[in-house]
């Protein structure tokens, strides 16, 4: 059996237990499945971190050679980073019920940057930490005029202070180089543009 025939026929939830749960919630599942080899494997417990559904959108300027990120502190980088503050792209958790991807998109892009973004180009959909984490992130770019966009943005209720920046776009490889950005989402995406406008 190839590693491509395994499918959701080839575990089983044994139990499931919630072990926190407040923005986020962990479970605890008990399960087996399938070995390569044949047969069951006994039963393991595994962590999963519960997380609703994600979008990331970066907004390029084809007209005046811009790309738009955010930087805002993240708690996730207090530890092995020279600052915690990260550069990366406009984002957001699904937390309005049956918001589209695209509306949300839209909305974090309102609230992050005070843009409106134009058309929504998809670049792929994927799991950041499939190890631990069941979040889907839905990944977009969108070219659109960003002359107007700086400043001071996000919702203060939510405790965000976000930063809104643009950086040429002839000057993005070198950003990449720099290691300043270095979340998964933004690197796909620069990753995504540079092949595109080469």
Known sequence: MSDGDFGQQD???????????????????????????????????RELLMRRPAVAVLPYD??????????QFRVGATRDRASPWCLELIAGIADVEGETMASLARRE??????????????????????GGCDERLHLFASDCDLSQVGGIRGKPEEG???????????????????????????????????????
Request: no cysteine.
């Open 11 to 45: 575990w089983e939830l044994i139990q499931r237990d919630t072990l926190f749960q407040r923005f986020f919630r962990v479970d605890l599942l008990t399960l087996r499945h399938r070995l390569y080899e044949g047969g069951w494997s006994e039963p393991v417990q």
């Open 62 to 71: 084809s007209a005046n050679g811009l790309i738009a990120l955010v930087e």
């Open 109 to 130: 892009a309102m609230e992050e940057a005070a843009l409106e973004l134009g058309e929504l180009e998809p670049i792929t959909s994927y799991l950041p930490s499939p």
């Open 160 to 198: 965000e202070n976000i930063r809104a920046l643009t950086f040429p776009m002839d000057t993005f490889p070198e950003l990449l180089a720099s290691g300043r950005v270095d979340n998964a989402a933004s690197l796909i995406a620069l990753q995504w543009l540079l092949l595109k406008h080469n």
